[in-house]
Nanobody
Framework: VQLQASGGGLVQPGASLELSCIVS????????LGWFRQSPGKEREFVAA?????HYSDSVKGRFTVSRDNAKNALYLQMNNLKPEDTATYYC?????????????????WGQGTQVTVSS
C-alpha cells in the first residue's frame, strides 16, 4: 500500500488549502484514514480521521474538513482560516482497521508528507 500526499504550499494567514492523498494498493474502502502533522522538534500530532464518521483535534475543529472518495481512492483535508500555528509537514495515513484513531501507532501505512507554511 502506498500513499502520496500533495497540495501543500506557502499561504498567508486566513487563507485556505486543500490537501489530497491518493492511496494505491489494498482495499481503500476498508481503511480508516487519518491526517497528522509534525513541526521540527515536536511529536507527530493528530489532525483528523475518517471512516464512516469524522474526528478532529480541538485545534482544527471548525476550520478543517476531512473527506474521502472511495471511488477515487482519495483522502482530502480542506483547511480554512489557516493560522501560523498550522505550519507543519502534513502526513496522510491508512490503517488496516475500520476504527479511526488519533494515535499514530495505530496506522500501518504513511505518505511522504507535504509541507504547509502559513506566514505573512
Amino acid at each position: 500500500v502506498q500513499l502520496q500526499a500533495s497540495g501543500g504550499g506557502l499561504v498567508q494567514p486566513g487563507a485556505s488549502l486543500e490537501l489530497s492523498c491518493i492511496v494505491s494498493g489494498g482495499t481503500f474502502s476498508s481503511y480508516a484514514l487519518g491526517w497528522f502533522r509534525q513541526s521540527p522538534g515536536k511529536e507527530r500530532e493528530f489532525v483528523a480521521a475518517i471512516m464512516w464518521q469524522t474526528h478532529y483535534s480541538d485545534s482544527v475543529k471548525g476550520r478543517f474538513t476531512v473527506s474521502r472518495d472511495n471511488a477515487k481512492n482519495a483522502l482530502y483535508l480542506q483547511m480554512n482560516n489557516l493560522k501560523p500555528e498550522d505550519t507543519a509537514t502534513y502526513y496522510c495515513a491508512a490503517a488496516d482497521s475500520t476504527v479511526p484513531s488519533a494515535f499514530p501507532s495505530m496506522y500501518d501505512y504513511w505518505g511522504q508528507g507535504t509541507q504547509v507554511t502559513v506566514s505573512s
